[in-house]
């Protein structure tokens, strides 16, 4: 089963390093008296066969949707057919999935779309928080930090940590400038369950223990 695994996801990323693109757009809109940015975050691929993308979906287990066919304008030109993952989650956990496999240039777009920061696609503003300060990638059971920025330290539990991949276990305190993210279970139990983050002002360090070391992330390691 683990081989099947490997090479659905080997395929998955094969294709979506030919076709496919993660990234976020941006757009303005009117909010408490000014301008507001929005930023949504998409993974997408279009193809004129639906199969092809049906397939990608089932590689990834199931995550995102298929959609069309929406017709084009030109004549003599086939109708596209369109997969598209927006949901943070989703986006994340196929980024893990695939990450083995993927080329450095999809690589690059997976880790400039999940960044936190003042103007990262989840937007913290606080003293000392840099415009693109770290990346987040979670895939419902292991949380990944790489720092972004040369001169915007990132620390778990105190420890400092680079830009390669360090797990995050959960209960822990990530601190950026003076921001700082509590991580914890969604609910109290001695079994790992879902985890969540909480934006929480920088008070005294927190007293948790959990184990900081890097770590790629690929689900097979898990």
Not at 160 to 169: A, K
Request: glycine content about 8%.
């Amino acid at each position: 089963m683990e081989n099947l695994w490997r090479e659905g996801c080997n395929r998955a990323a094969g294709f979506f390093n030919a076709e496919g693109h993660v990234g976020f757009s941006k757009a303005s809109r009117p909010g408490k008296g000014k301008m507001r940015v929005r930023r949504d975050l998409y993974l997408v691929i279009s193809q004129t066969d639906p199969w092809v993308l049906n397939d990608y979906r089932a590689c990834v287990a199931s995550l995102g949707r298929v959609a069309g066919p929406y017709e084009r304008h030109r004549p003599n030109e086939h109708a596209v057919y369109y997969y598209s993952a927006t949901r943070f989650e989703h986006i994340q956990a196929i980024v893990v999935m695939l990450w083995t496999w993927l080329s450095p240039v999809k690589r690059a777009q997976a880790v400039a779309a999940l960044t936190v920061g003042t103007q990262g696609n989840w937007p913290i503003k606080a003293p000392g928080v840099a415009r693109v300060h770290f990346s987040l990638v979670f895939n419902g059971q292991v949380l990944y930090v790489a720092a972004q920025s040369p001169n915007g330290p990132v620390s778990i539990n105190g420890t400092p940590i680079d830009g390669r991949w360090w797990t995050l276990s959960a209960p822990a305190e990530l601190r950026f400038g003076q921001a700082c993210l509590r991580v914890t279970y969604e609910t109290p139990s001695t079994a790992p369950g879902l985890m969540q983050m909480a934006l929480m002002p920088c008070g005294r360090p927190s007293t948790a223990t959990a184990s900081v070391r890097p770590m790629t992330p690929y689900l097979d390691t898990l």
